[in-house]
């Protein structure tokens, strides 16, 4: 168990909505990345927090945004859904700024299928 | 953006022979970081070597890492079938603004066969 929770675990929607996906980082941990996975484009960065700032940004769409609130929870909204939106939506966690010099501790990911 | 690149793509083994997955990159690199995943699982952190280290280990795993051809190594040794995953190198790239972050490659999928 890596101590990151993430939820739900399952998320069916139609295209066009908007959803929120939810993570809490393990304990201690102060930042926080979103990871996108497919199968056609493998594991992309999306954004990255650290204690409640955003530090980092990758390849994130504008219909897509996050957050990390004072607790150090963090929530990644998705909005105006499409199909090529389906993916596994991992968070992460790290004791560090984002230097990469400690690990990631991964959650069991977000399984989101739009149809 | 991809940096790492494992190869191979997948990986088929008898228990107990040895699995080695490789992976190349292609900008300077602070660190390397190697990850499994489990089907449908997340991704849980192997070993992390640092540009001026050329080999580590870690129980059954083996890894190196030759900064002359930008490339690391894993070696499972005597693997078991817990062992069939996908396996995931990882490196640091700018992403913009003086931050950076973690890039994975597309990975191996080890199915080691009982």
């Known amino acids: 168990d890596s101590g990151v929770t993430q939820t739900p675990k399952h998320l069916i929607t139609a295209t066009g909505q908007r959803v929120t996906l939810r993570c809490s980082p393990r304990s201690g941990d102060l930042s926080v990345y979103w990871y996108q996975q497919s199968l056609d484009q493998g594991l992309q960065f999306l954004i990255q927090y650290y204690n409640g700032e955003e530090r980092a940004k990758g390849n994130i769409l504008e219909r897509f945004s996050a957050q990390q609130f004072p607790d150090l929870h963090s929530e990644l909204n998705l909005s105006s859904l499409e199909l090529g939106d389906s993916a596994l939506y991992f968070c992460?966690?790290?004791?560090?700024?984002?230097?990469?010099?400690?690990?990631?501790?991964f959650g069991n990911g977000t399984r989101l299928t739009v149809t | 953006s991809q940096q790492g690149e494992e190869d191979p793509q997948a990986l088929s083994i008898q228990e107990g022979e040895n699995a080695t997955m490789n992976c190349s990159y292609k900008?300077?690199?602070?660190?390397l970081q190697w990850y499994r995943q489990n089907s449908g699982r997340g991704l849980v952190h192997l070993i992390l070597?640092?540009?001026?280290?050329r080999e580590k280990h870690s129980g059954r795993l083996r890894v190196t890492l030759d900064t002359s051809k930008k490339s690391s190594s894993l070696l499972i040794t005597a693997s078991r079938a817990a062992d069939t995953a996908s396996y995931f190198c990882?490196?640091?790239?700018?992403?913009?603004?003086?931050?950076?972050?973690?890039?994975f490659g597309k990975g191996t999928k080890l199915s080691v066969i009982p």
């Open positions: 900008t300077s690199i602070n660190n």
């Open positions: 990882a490196t640091v790239l700018p992403a913009g603004a003086g931050s950076y972050q973690l890039t």
């Open positions: 070597i640092r540009s001026n280290e």
């Open positions: 992460a966690s790290s004791a560090g700024q984002g230097g990469y010099n400690s690990p990631l501790h």
